[in-house]
């Protein structure tokens, strides 16, 4: 992010209160895991931990991810009343605090998300001013902004997949702003983040998808949109 | 090539050489730096000014209860209160800018200005600025984008997070911008419009960030009133050329060593000051979630 601030970081956003780390970020969080879920969870599993752990209620950082994952935005005044919406719209969540993860950022938020049959870990970081980082999806290194648009891919590791994935991208003109592939164990699957200044045409996704050896695939565009 | 905003004295020096207002490098800015469109820019500012204006009226009018119960509709009985210490005017200041503090604190929609700590201080000045002078928009949006520079150099050259340079970064640049706004569109110089921006940082110096149970609420909301009440009389002094004599440019990065030598317990930890007086713990004991699993040191999760 070698971007200048803009204006509208020293007069904005616009936001709801209290905090940008702990409403703005936590609300962000929620909006990006939801995309990787695919849709608005039926039931929500949220660990707040270390120093979210205890101070997540008096921030309402609990009203925030809920918010979230409802597809709310940041500003949306709606946030307050999260717990009433959730209700009426048939979410289920229960909430748990964790201390002392001396592993995880300060402000760490960890989703478990349930819709249909899918369900999806997702470990979140407030960095503060409401940037975030996705540190995790299920167990593998994520570590994406949800800033620019993100390419979330797993395949087999096999030689030359990352090359193939790079050229097809680029045959849409996107210019690839940062990628990282990590592997739980060596026959393992890899798992691709591409960060994306711009976004991908549908056919692309679906192109990818149709793959043999791609297993998933997780297109998250711009959250703030 | 547009002006970056690294200090005040280049700032001047471009719009003297170009014989610009002040505003204009922040909009060349913005445009340049941002890829933004002049009308996306006004826009986007009147629509600032707008949620400004709701969280001052939403505040004086709805019921705001903190869910910590600190902040309790302390701005609407402010309004109120049938004496007014100096003037009406003043009275009106101080409830706006707690008002639109008081909104941040029970999760209502407000702009973080620069922060969301601070979020009452520009709400409650040009709202009172505006209807005390009888200003249009257009001159309180260019007010915005003066305050918005002056964020730009702050944020370069010291802090706008209470988390890096304690309150004075946040309440204290908010209070700036303020300032530096309100004397632009009162019609003074730009030495007038930087020499309040210097006044205002000097009384803001050292304060740090204190919160208790580490909420945005005490003392966050009365130092909204208070910022705004400084923003005012830095105002009040810089249009009758009384000089702050260290310039601003100086005066910031006094801020910036101020804050780089601040001990960690007074920056937004919830450690020291007001957070560790005896209040302060009972509170925070009260407010905080105690139903928490703590892992043994040595171990990890999962």
Redesign the interface.
């Given at each position: 992010m070698a971007?200048?601030?803009?204006?509208?970081?020293?007069?904005?956003?616009?936001?709801?209160?209290?905090?940008?780390s702990h409403?703005?970020g936590v609300v962000r969080i929620g909006r990006a895991a939801i995309r990787v879920l695919g849709g608005i969870p039926e039931e929500a599993t949220v660990t707040f931990?270390n120093?979210f752990?205890?101070?997540?209620?008096?921030?309402?950082s609990d009203?925030a991810i809920l918010g979230g994952l409802m597809d709310m935005k940041t500003?949306d005044?709606n946030?307050?009343q999260a717990f009433e919406i959730a209700k009426e719209k048939g979410l289920k969540y229960s909430f748990?605090?964790?201390?002392?993860?001396?592993?995880?950022h300060p402000n760490t938020v960890k989703l478990n998300l349930v819709k249909g049959d899918r369900k999806v870990e997702v470990l979140g970081e407030s960095l503060?001013?409401g940037l975030i980082n996705i540190s995790t999806i299920d167990g593998f290194n994520a570590d994406f902004s949800a800033q620019a648009h993100t390419l979330i891919i797993k395949a087999d590791d096999t030689s030359g997949a990352i090359a193939f994935i790079a050229s097809v991208i680029a045959q849409e003109k996107t210019n690839i702003a940062t990628m990282s592939v990590s592997r739980k164990g060596k026959n393992d699957k890899a798992c691709h983040v591409i960060e994306m200044d711009s976004g991908l045409q549908a056919i692309t996704i679906e192109y990818l998808k149709s793959l043999p050896w791609i297993s998933e695939l997780i297109y998250i565009p711009d959250i703030d949109l | 090539m547009s002006y970056l905003f690294e200090d005040f004295v280049g700032w001047k020096a471009y719009c003297e050489e170009k014989k610009v207002p002040l505003y204009a490098p922040v909009l060349e800015y913005e445009i340049a730096q941002r890829g933004s469109t002049e009308e996306a820019i006004w826009s986007g500012l009147l629509r600032a000014f707008t949620v400004m204006k709701d969280a001052v009226e939403t505040g004086l009018r709805e019921e705001m209860t903190s869910r910590s119960g600190m902040i309790n509709n302390g701005a609407k009985k402010v309004y109120k209160y049938p004496k007014a210490v100096l003037s009406p005017e003043f009275q009106k200041l101080i409830s706006r800018a707690l008002a639109a503090k008081e909104v941040n604190s029970c999760m209502g929609r407000v702009v973080a200005a620069p922060t969301a700590g601070a979020s009452g201080i520009l709400p409650g000045t040009l709202y009172t600025l505006q209807e005390i002078h009888g200003l249009e928009d257009q001159h309180i949006l260019e007010g915005l984008l003066v305050g918005a520079g002056i964020a730009l150099i702050i944020e370069q050259k010291a802090s706008l997070a209470g988390a890096v340079g304690g309150c004075q970064a946040e309440t204290g640049s908010a209070a700036a911008m303020a300032s530096g706004a309100i004397v632009y569109c009162l019609g003074g110089s730009i030495d007038q419009v930087f020499n309040a921006v210097a006044i205002t940082i000097q009384c803001m110096l050292g304060l740090v960030c204190d919160p208790v149970a580490g909420l945005v609420e005490i003392p966050c909301v009365v130092r909204n009133a208070s910022a705004a009440a400084i923003a005012n009389s830095s105002a009040q002094i810089a249009l009758a050329d009384v000089s702050a004599v260290i310039p601003v440019d100086e005066c910031v990065e006094a801020m910036g060593e101020i804050g780089a030598n601040m001990e960690s317990k007074y920056k937004e930890t919830a450690m020291g000051g007001l957070a560790a007086t005896l209040t302060g713990q009972q509170i925070s004991k009260k407010v905080l979630i105690q139903d928490i699993e703590i892992l043994p040191d040595e171990e990890l999760p999962e």
């Amino acid at each position: 992010m070698a971007n200048k601030s803009s204006v509208f970081d020293m007069i904005g956003p616009v936001m709801i209160g209290p905090s940008s780390s702990h409403t703005a970020g936590v609300v962000r969080i929620g909006r990006a895991a939801i995309r990787v879920l695919g849709g608005i969870p039926e039931e929500a599993t949220v660990t707040f931990y270390n120093s979210f752990a205890r101070t997540y209620e008096g921030h309402g950082s609990d009203r925030a991810i809920l918010g979230g994952l409802m597809d709310m935005k940041t500003d949306d005044a709606n946030i307050k009343q999260a717990f009433e919406i959730a209700k009426e719209k048939g979410l289920k969540y229960s909430f748990k605090s964790i201390g002392n993860a001396s592993v995880y950022h300060p402000n760490t938020v960890k989703l478990n998300l349930v819709k249909g049959d899918r369900k999806v870990e997702v470990l979140g970081e407030s960095l503060g001013g409401g940037l975030i980082n996705i540190s995790t999806i299920d167990g593998f290194n994520a570590d994406f902004s949800a800033q620019a648009h993100t390419l979330i891919i797993k395949a087999d590791d096999t030689s030359g997949a990352i090359a193939f994935i790079a050229s097809v991208i680029a045959q849409e003109k996107t210019n690839i702003a940062t990628m990282s592939v990590s592997r739980k164990g060596k026959n393992d699957k890899a798992c691709h983040v591409i960060e994306m200044d711009s976004g991908l045409q549908a056919i692309t996704i679906e192109y990818l998808k149709s793959l043999p050896w791609i297993s998933e695939l997780i297109y998250i565009p711009d959250i703030d949109l | 090539m547009s002006y970056l905003f690294e200090d005040f004295v280049g700032w001047k020096a471009y719009c003297e050489e170009k014989k610009v207002p002040l505003y204009a490098p922040v909009l060349e800015y913005e445009i340049a730096q941002r890829g933004s469109t002049e009308e996306a820019i006004w826009s986007g500012l009147l629509r600032a000014f707008t949620v400004m204006k709701d969280a001052v009226e939403t505040g004086l009018r709805e019921e705001m209860t903190s869910r910590s119960g600190m902040i309790n509709n302390g701005a609407k009985k402010v309004y109120k209160y049938p004496k007014a210490v100096l003037s009406p005017e003043f009275q009106k200041l101080i409830s706006r800018a707690l008002a639109a503090k008081e909104v941040n604190s029970c999760m209502g929609r407000v702009v973080a200005a620069p922060t969301a700590g601070a979020s009452g201080i520009l709400p409650g000045t040009l709202y009172t600025l505006q209807e005390i002078h009888g200003l249009e928009d257009q001159h309180i949006l260019e007010g915005l984008l003066v305050g918005a520079g002056i964020a730009l150099i702050i944020e370069q050259k010291a802090s706008l997070a209470g988390a890096v340079g304690g309150c004075q970064a946040e309440t204290g640049s908010a209070a700036a911008m303020a300032s530096g706004a309100i004397v632009y569109c009162l019609g003074g110089s730009i030495d007038q419009v930087f020499n309040a921006v210097a006044i205002t940082i000097q009384c803001m110096l050292g304060l740090v960030c204190d919160p208790v149970a580490g909420l945005v609420e005490i003392p966050c909301v009365v130092r909204n009133a208070s910022a705004a009440a400084i923003a005012n009389s830095s105002a009040q002094i810089a249009l009758a050329d009384v000089s702050a004599v260290i310039p601003v440019d100086e005066c910031v990065e006094a801020m910036g060593e101020i804050g780089a030598n601040m001990e960690s317990k007074y920056k937004e930890t919830a450690m020291g000051g007001l957070a560790a007086t005896l209040t302060g713990q009972q509170i925070s004991k009260k407010v905080l979630i105690q139903d928490i699993e703590i892992l043994p040191d040595e171990e990890l999760p999962e």
